[in-house]
Nanobody, 124 residues
């Protein structure tokens, strides 16, 4: 497993933007597909985006398509989530996750390593 640490969360007004970062430790970053999930109070953890190990293929949850963008820098062992046009429904704890393999997945059960999460709050 690899260790993951998220950063970049905070409070933003509706319509604003944030960029989350997830730094991975260890030498196996390029052997992992990566993803972002989020969880609002009282709700289940929700898929946001994922990216293949090479960075060539990405997937998005329906609620964030066209607004969020996932990317990775394998030289820096870091994955990013650019979030634009934020709205209050995007509020929650955002988790970075990793899974072994080249092909990106969208279901929670395929991810074996998780960060502690970073809070994103969007005010109306």
């Amino acid at each position: 497993q690899i260790q993951l640490e998220e950063s970049g969360g905070g409070l933003v007004q509706a319509g604003g933007s944030l960029r989350l970062s997830c730094a991975a430790s260890g030498r196996t970053f390029t052997a992992n597909f990566m993803g972002w999930f989020r969880q609002a109070p009282g709700k289940e953890r929700e898929f946001v985006a994922s990216i293949s190990s090479s960075g060539a293929i990405s997937y998005y949850g329906d609620s964030v398509k066209g607004r969020f963008s996932i990317s990775r820098d394998n030289a820096k062992n870091t994955v990013y989530l650019q979030m634009n046009s934020l709205n209050p429904e995007d509020t929650g704890v955002y988790y970075c996750a990793a899974g072994r393999g080249a092909f990106a997945r969208t279901s929670l059960e395929y991810f074996s390593s998780w960060g502690q999460g970073t809070q994103v709050t969007v005010s109306s």
